[in-house]
DNA sequence: ATTAGCACTCATGGGAATGGAGTGCTAAAG
DNA sequence: CTTTAGCACTCCATTCCCATGAGTGCTAAT
């Protein structure tokens, strides 16, 4: 018993179905579809042997059947195919990608809104970050006495800014000075060297200043990617559509779970730099995602990929769609990012 | 038939309870209380009373009572009294206050967050604006050719960036010398004031250079406050706590409601710079939030109101204790931007 | 003015009955 | 050996009914 070609039409059919109707799928409306010359005893044989084989569930026994994860995985990598995008669909991702001239944020949260409206999945995106990330500029604005806001500027686009304490006798003109002189000193540097060499060459000029510079470079280094671990998320509460979640206790841990930010980062980032990548219920490891597929694309700047953006939504999701949705999006977002920070 | 003493001791008294338990309260339960020398027929009697004053609503006939609107606006006006708050929640929030040193954004969240965590409700915060926002610094960094990023920083202690087109025979020495330019001349110059000033003074020597004065004023003036309309959340998914939101389509409505940040922003500016400021249900003129209040709590840099935060939740909330955490949050929030931002 | 008493209303929750979808198995047909 | 028709069986979902109980409004007595 293995799974010859019949099975596996027969499998596609049932994901197929399942995935259009959320109804567990039964012997009957298979054997109704034309494409198939055979009885429902016989389908019914087949999704026996398929549910032996781990490729299907039985809710209980007088119902259909649903996919199992196995089965899922096993359409995302040989069945599925791309599904076109419709007119309006391209219609909003064209009118988002001429949106331009604006803060990097307000970019990637356009992009998460995007994909979220148009998928009504929950939509993440990472905010670009490389290790070959380089510095742009840095700035030391005085604020109160003993306070100055450091702003880092880097190559992926970005301001990132936050506080720290300055000796009291270190006035407005010297933290000038020394913004001018370290952004001359070290621009084009990647951010990953530039901590290093400012603790040889300027501890020596700075080391009556106590603890000034070590707190610099650790604000610097707190930045590699000037934005390290920051998502944009968008449309959390379509989580709540789907009827799995109509529980709703369920849905709070879902929502809570997805408000946490970190950890959504984290499984972004696991997905890796591929093109396209599929996390399919378990294999998600969070127990309060298990029916729920993560599908994730990374995104370039000029060839090197910078960040990944990912929708997740209920394992029955319409992957063809997803993927087409996610192709162009990543596309997008890469060629956007080019356009504006590639070196000239 | 007017509120006589006595009724608006029974109508507190159904306030509190309702609050506590969040069931309709009967005649029974109050009668029972030691405090009332009463028969429940007599509380009877002026429950109907309430009633038709338009203090007490009954979900159906052999419900208890239920405060309308009406009797919570009493409520919070003329009979609430702030509670004290418990060990740990001062814990939380001294901890919170200790916590420096970080970016104005990772401020506002936190601040948002602690909120949340406290009351289990909803928070929003405003980012700190103010009419009076004076320019601290303006920097361009040129990026790919043709496009810069703008970077500018007030005394709200924020950086915000956003790219703009620049011509492209404009190098990086020209930026570079323009930014020192407008970073001295407009140093702590009122953000209304500057674009204004920067049109008429730098006109004649940026004449040839385009659109691009007025892109780069423009950018400036579209964040007057560096930082306007932008909001912290956090807890939304508290929300589903309460059970009447229990209704999973309800649910979604409201989810759905509380993302969308421009109104969230409304709804906190509206409360206007008071000190606390209550809205109770219908109050908010928004159908989704009929069974919810917001409290807000105007915070200060100096003595100047800058921003207001805010606790949405069920109209049935302790607005006693809701009132405590603000006050006390909105304290800290003002005194931990003060040190940071004030004038030397 | 207050209260005891009583009839009445209505939401709630727990079975019991019903309908229907879908299965597994068996035996017959191809 | 494979396929199919037929049938008994299982289990869920829906509906209906009824008992329960909390709480009310009204009336008459205190």
Sequence with gaps: MDLNHRKLRILRAIVDEYILSGAPVGSKVLSQNPSFKLSSATIRNEMAD?????????PHTSAGRVPSDKAYRLYV??????????????????AYCQSRVKGLDAVMRETASVLSRI?????????????????????????????ALVVVVTDAGVARDSVIRVPAEM???????????????????????????????????LQDR?????????????????????????GANNMLDFPAYSDIDRARQLLAAVEKKDSMYQMLKNAGPFEISFRIGSELGQDIF??????????RIGSIPVGTMGVIGPTRMPYGKVVSVLDYMSKSLGSILTNLLEED
Excluded: W
Excluded at 119 to 146: C, D, F, I, K, W
Excluded at 180 to 201: A, F, H, P, T
Excluded at 290 to 299: E, F, P, R
């Design 290 to 299: 298990s029916d729920c597929s993560l599908v994730t694309a990374s995104y």
């Design 119 to 147: 998928t009504h999945y929950t939509a993440l995106v990472m905010m670009p970050e490389s290790t070959t990330n380089r510095l742009r500029h840095l700035q030391l604005v005085p604020l109160a006495e003993g306070y």
């Design 171 to 205: 006035g407005a003109d010297e933290l000038d000075r020394l913004s001018r002189l370290i952004s001359q000193r070290y621009y084009n540097c990647r951010m990953i060297e530039v901590g290093d060499r400012m603790m040889k060459e300027l501890g020596g000029e």
């Design 50 to 58: 398929l549910e032996d084989l781990g490729y299907l569930e039985q």
């Design 77 to 94: 990598n040989n069945m599925m195919q791309r599904s076109n995008l419709t007119e309006d669909e391209i219609k909003v991702m064209s």
């Design 210 to 234: 106590g603890t000034f510079l070590t707190d610099l470079v650790e604000t610097m280094e707190t930045a590699p990617g000037a934005n390290a671990h920051r998502i944009a998320l968008s």
